[in-house]
């Protein structure tokens, strides 16, 4: 079974979003909304690699969630810049690009969770169903944020 591959491609798909999310926090730092969420969410991902861990021993993948962990050393960079520009329109423009790019981000990961919960079915393994599941959740609460605040955020954008 080639259930590792799957595993694995749900491992880097969590690791792109908690690092994604790291970054929309610390750019849009004025906005108290997405930078508090973005904290939120990032806490999610690296429950679901934490959770995600011991079947990554189970299928061979090497799966740490510390990896989710970002805030790296251009992190307070980041928020400074966001200080300054989350005051001006372009501000509204680069939230907008970023949350299009999060979003799609969500549904990549979506659609890994699934086709490692087909794989998990297909090997009986009701362990990693469940643990699926539960983080398939998680993942589905981010991508239904990152399109709500997108809704939200886009008339007030485009119009102002």
Known sequence: MRIGLAVREVRDAEVELAGELGKLGERH????DVFHMSRTLVRLHHANLEAL???GERYGVDVDPADAEGDGPLARLR???ADVSGRRPEGGLLLLRDLRHLHLLYAEASVNWVVLGQGAQVARDEALLDTVTRCHEQTLRGMKWSLTRLKEAAPQVLAG
């Open 53 to 55: 861990a011991q079947f």
């Open 79 to 81: 928020q400074k810049a």
């Open 29 to 32: 730092h004025a906005d108290h």
